[in-house]
């Protein structure tokens, strides 16, 4: 069985938990793992350089994760972590005072710096950072150009009432309060798929589009040139994790970012955001919330095979539980 999975964020790397969980339980290889093969589809839109190093914010969340070495309590980072680099950058007056860097994670940072630095390309640096902890499954970048994600809002202090930030100043230090009026992935048009990246698409037996932001996450890894073409070639089935529940994010701001591309925050607008591959579209199956219910037969409508389930995963069993589902949806 080969899945592979689009994710990004944190709900990503929750549910990546779950699939390998999931497999472990259905096609168990007798030492703990399974002999089901998983790949990742990991967004780097998020991605930006810091400070003279190069972040990858996703690749990483996904990487301590599955590493079993993230920071639970927090969301992101290492578990144990210590901050007196960052505190000494603030007194130097490097970097952003609101964008901490953990001294565990400022390793991995200065370690794929390193790489890049000695000429590696970021799907060979993550190759490298893979090696260090079984994770069970295989990450991919979804492209090895540089898309980091600018965003434009509204400001009245300008002249033409507009200025640009990069997202990951939008979204940590105003908490995504500035409305946006644009996003923008730089060097969208000229880049590619990572290695791997349209094989594992094309080779799969299920695709699974988690529940990640539809913008910002699923929307810059679709936005690659070629990756979507990979989707609608597949003869794997595509089947999608709502990442609204009820009329609300589960986690994050995508509700900040929904309206810009014209979407409202529900379950079915993003379902019928990503459409129906009979028509075009990327989804062939659709999970909602049990919330959502009510709007299966209007999924259903527009040639999506959909489904309601708890959506909520609390731990790592209510993880591999919707995994499950939305394998099950595949068949």
């Not at 069993?317 to 595949?330: E, F, I, P, V, Y």
């Amino acid at each position: 069985m080969q899945i592979t999975v689009l994710a990004g964020g944190v709900g990503g790397s929750r549910f990546v938990r779950g699939v390998r969980e999931e497999c472990a339980r259905r096609w168990p290889d007798g030492d703990g793992g399974t002999e089901a093969s998983v790949s990742v589809v990991v967004n780097t839109g998020d991605d930006i350089w810091l400070a003279g190093v190069r972040l990858m914010p996703d690749f990483d969340s996904l990487l301590y994760s599955l590493a079993g070495v993230n920071d639970t309590e927090r969301g992101w980072g290492r578990a144990g972590e210590s901050e007196r680099v960052a505190a000494e950058l603030r007194e130097w007056g490097v970097g952003w005072p609101w964008f901490t860097l953990g001294d565990l994670d400022l390793g991995t940072h200065l370690a794929r710096t390193a790489w890049l630095r000695e000429g590696a390309t970021p799907s060979e640096v993550a190759h490298r950072l893979q090696q260090r902890w079984p994770l069970g499954v295989h990450l991919l970048p979804a492209t090895d150009t540089e898309v980091d994600t600018d965003v434009l809002v509204a400001d009245p202090d300008q002249l033409d009432g507009e200025r640009e930030m990069h997202f990951q100043e939008w979204w940590t230090r105003y908490r995504a309060t500035l409305p946006a009026v644009a996003f923008r992935q730089r060097n969208i048009a000229s880049a590619r798929p990572a290695p791997g990246v349209v094989e594992a698409i094309l080779g799969a037996d299920v695709v699974l589009i988690a529940p990640s932001n539809p913008v910002v996450s699923i929307g810059t890894i679709l936005a690659v040139p070629g990756i979507r073409e990979a989707l609608a070639e597949t003869s794997a089935p595509v089947v999608g994790v709502s990442p609204i529940i009820g009329g609300k994010v589960v986690r994050g701001m995508a509700d900040a970012c929904l309206p810009v591309i014209g979407v409202e925050t529900s379950a079915e607008a993003v379902g019928r955001h990503y459409g129906s591959r009979s028509a075009g579209g990327l989804l062939d199956g659709w999970l909602v919330d049990e919330a959502d219910a009510p709007a299966l037969a209007s999924l259903e409508g527009i040639g999506l095979t959909a489904a309601s389930v708890p959506l909520w995963m609390r731990d790592l069993d209510t993880s591999a539980d919707l995994a499950g589902a939305a394998l099950d949806l595949a068949v």
